[in-house]
């Protein structure tokens, strides 16, 4: 079964950090991009954060460069997003995506599976 599992939301303050994962399973290889995308009440879903099968990484949220990282363990079949400087507009679900194919695109409606998602809430 193909499943993707996100983890590490919760509350934090204005400037703390979280780590997120993403625990991907079932999947027969590595050759897919992985990206995260993020949702607020009321707003369309983003793109935040992808990288490719071969690890090159592309921001899709200029609000987060210098903030986020995005990063992967093939190995562990598990993709991180490292959030720093914590802001009240990052709140969101943050979703966890992953698209047959090696490159990163912006679409949301272009990746294949999705995680459940994990609420982040940037708050004092």
């Known amino acids: 079964q193909l499943q993707l599992v996100e983890s590490g939301g919760g509350l934090v303050q204005p400037g703390g950090s979280l780590r997120l994962s993403c625990a991907a399973s079932?999947?027969?290889?590595?050759?897919?991009?992985m990206g995260w995308f993020r949702q607020a009440p009321g707003k369309e879903r983003e793109g935040v954060l992808c990288?490719?099968?071969?690890?090159?990484?592309?921001t899709y949220a200029d609000s987060v460069a210098g903030r986020f990282t995005i990063s992967r363990d093939n190995a562990k079949n598990t993709m991180y997003l490292q959030m720093h400087s914590l802001r009240p507009e990052d709140t969101a679900d943050y979703y966890c995506?992953?698209?047959?194919?090696?490159?990163?695109?912006?679409?949301?409606?272009?990746?294949?599976?999705w995680g459940q998602g994990t609420q982040v809430t940037v708050s004092s």
């Open positions: 995506a992953m698209k047959v194919g090696r490159l990163c695109v912006s679409r949301w409606d272009l990746y294949d599976y």
């Open positions: 990288i490719s099968s071969v690890g090159g990484s592309t």
């Open positions: 079932g999947f027969p290889s590595d050759e897919y991009a």
